[in-house]
């Protein structure tokens, strides 16, 4: 069974350009998660998708995020514009139907602002 | 707000030595525990995770950790490393009732066995 996937694993821009990052969670998981892990930091919590519903966006940082799951099936996070702040790491994950499951986490989206 | 903390931030430690990475946490309510691991240039993986039952949990590759609710920690520990255990290791909370089902994780401890 394939794992979670994410595309690309690194991605370099400049401050103001547009970048958008995506997650193809294992198949038949209904909850797909975004966290983000800015250096030396922990990881935090950006949002949940319940299919193509966001459950909590509690944790996106502002309105240059925009995270979608068309479908119910893979997501996709844009930042736009991206400032230097925003550099990190992204981290997609996902569980089956029930909530309180194991999450199954991504390799990461690598994303340097310059 | 929840919050994580890891004690320490980077570990280093020779070969069949032990381990203890520490672990505490500040929501007061019902609570699910993790602890992940991210070997260089792969994914974070689950180590262990504690729901309800037996506060002494065990994991993967020899990795055990104790819940001990009135101290609000979880300990992750294991008798005897290996070089192979060089990793970060995160610990995370889930809170139940009112949290959603995101986890809040501490800073990460950086582990390095040499030989």
């Known amino acids: 069974e394939a794992g979670v996937t994410q595309f690309p694993s690194h991605s370099v821009i400049e401050k103001g350009q547009t970048v958008t990052l995506r997650c193809d969670p294992i198949?038949?998981?209904?909850?797909l998660y975004w966290y983000r892990r800015v250096m030396g930091k922990e990881i935090k919590f950006l949002l949940h998708?319940?299919?193509?519903?966001?459950?909590?966006e509690s944790g996106m940082p502002n309105n240059r995020f925009l995270a979608e799951r068309t479908g119910g099936t893979y997501s996709t996070l844009k930042v736009q514009p991206a400032e230097l702040e925003d550099s990190g790491v992204y981290f997609c994950?996902?569980?089956?139907?029930?909530?309180?499951?194991?999450?199954?986490f991504g390799p990461g989206t690598r994303l340097t602002v310059l | 707000a929840q919050s994580v903390s890891q004690h320490n931030h980077h570990v280093i430690l020779s070969e069949a030595a032990s381990l203890e990475l520490g672990c505490n946490y500040s929501?007061?309510?019902?609570?699910?525990l993790f602890w992940y691991v991210q070997y260089p240039g792969q994914h974070l993986q689950l180590l262990l995770k504690?729901?309800?039952?037996?506060?002494l949990v065990k994991g993967i590759k020899g990795f055990e950790a104790e819940f001990i609710k009135s101290k609000f920690s979880f300990n992750l520990r294991k008798p005897s490393v290996q070089w192979s255990d060089t990793a970060e290791y995160f610990c995370?909370?889930?809170?139940?009732?009112?949290?959603?089902?995101?986890?809040?994780f501490g800073t990460g401890t950086q582990l390095k066995v040499e030989l």
């Open positions: 994950a996902s569980s089956p139907g029930r909530s309180y499951n194991e999450q199954f």
């Open positions: 198949s038949g998981h209904d909850n």
């Open positions: 998708f319940v299919k193509e519903s966001k459950q909590d």
């Open positions: 929501y007061g309510g019902t609570v699910n």
């Open positions: 504690y729901f309800s039952g037996d506060p």
């Open positions: 995370a909370v889930r809170k139940i009732g009112g949290g959603g089902n995101k986890l809040t």
